[in-house]
């Protein structure tokens, strides 16, 4: 049955896990974001984590850019950060919103990344 039988069983994340993505032009390739202030990059089909990023705060919000060569998240230590998936390497770091409330940014296709919060 598709619903009970699991393709694969990622096992890392310590606590609950808030957000999935699946990577734009990679085949196999998942995010998985959690609780613990980490951030997995998987290949699925060998289970396999390829990237662990670590963050101060829970990570609020993911989005990758449409060839998927970056990404930008919020956390909620209020700070907006792009980074380079394929290396984990934080490449900018910025506070759009300065109020507590949950923040959210994604890319556009042109490659700005708009961001809403308080």
Known sequence: DLLTTPVADLV???RRVGLVKWHPT???VLLTAGA???IFIWNISTEEKLITINFP???LSVSFNWNGSRMVTTCKDRHTRIIDPRKG???KEHVCHQGTKPQQAVYLRDGRIFTTGF
């Open 12 to 14: 890392a994340h310590q």
């Open 26 to 28: 990679a085949e196999y």
């Open 57 to 59: 705060d829970m990570v």
């Open 89 to 91: 390497e934080i490449l």
């Open 36 to 38: 613990d202030n980490l």
